[in-house]
């Protein structure tokens, strides 16, 4: 896929890009998504409190399901947290699976794969995660697909994979297909001029 496929949106770095970044997308699609996202007790106001509300279900999910068998891996979401704590990343705090929920509650608190896997089967939508190499997206095995893959319906975002300077400084950020934009665009006027 080329860089020039895609409206790049950027969100703050501030520990919750991740979910700002589903939010972005989330709000693009606003008028489509409202009636899926209301058993989830969502609204869509504006994307910072979206993103706040999404962590929330996003650990909900977690906790609720960390028997969860992830496909492709046969581990279990609970294994994948352990995992994620033994490999030593986190803060010296995190010692178990309920204190990684309580510490991926925070709001500044940074997502990774676990939580994909979670958003991912939360909203029943692809994530497609991409790094920009020479023009063009590379996938690097970050995202998770429940489904087929579908360019109107996945969920794009890029990661800054690699390409920081600090330790920890990873970022996601939104990523919006131009062939979706211009279907929605059709898809609003055909709307209005109706009676």
């Known amino acids: 896929m080329k860089y020039s496929d895609f409206i790049h949106m950027s969100v703050a770095g501030d520990g919750a890009c991740f979910f700002h970044s589903i939010a972005a997308v989330l709000n693009l699609e606003e008028d489509t998504i409202i009636p899926l996202y209301q058993s989830l007790n969502i609204t869509i106001k504006n994307r910072t ?11 909900k999910w977690l906790r609720n399901n960390l028997d969860y068998k992830i496909k492709g891996l046969e581990r279990s979401i609970s294994q994948e ?7 030593g990343g986190l803060d010296n705090k995190v010692t178990n699976v309920n204190k990684y929920l309580t ?3 925070r709001h500044d608190s940074y997502a990774g794969q676990i939580e994909i896997y979670a958003m991912s089967n939360l ?16 996938n690097v095995g970050l995202g998770y697909e429940v489904k087929n893959k579908d360019i109107m319906d996945d969920i794009f975002l890029y990661h800054n994979l690699g390409k920081t300077k ?30």
Not at 81 to 87: C, G, L, M, P, V
Not at 123 to 134: A, D, G, P, S
Not at 188 to 193: E, M, Q
Request: aromatic share 8%.
């Open 49 to 59: 409190k979206l993103a706040i509300e999404l962590r929330k279900e996003c650990v």
């Open 81 to 87: 947290i352990q995992s994620e704590i033994d490999a």
């Open 103 to 105: 510490y991926m509650s």
């Open 123 to 138: 909203l029943n939508r692809n994530i497609r995660v991409y790094i920009h190499n020479k023009g063009k997206f590379s």
């Open 166 to 195: 600090s330790k920890g400084s990873h970022h996601f950020e939104a990523l919006y297909p131009k062939v979706k934009a211009k279907a929605d665009v059709k898809r609003i006027k055909n709307k209005s001029i109706k009676p």
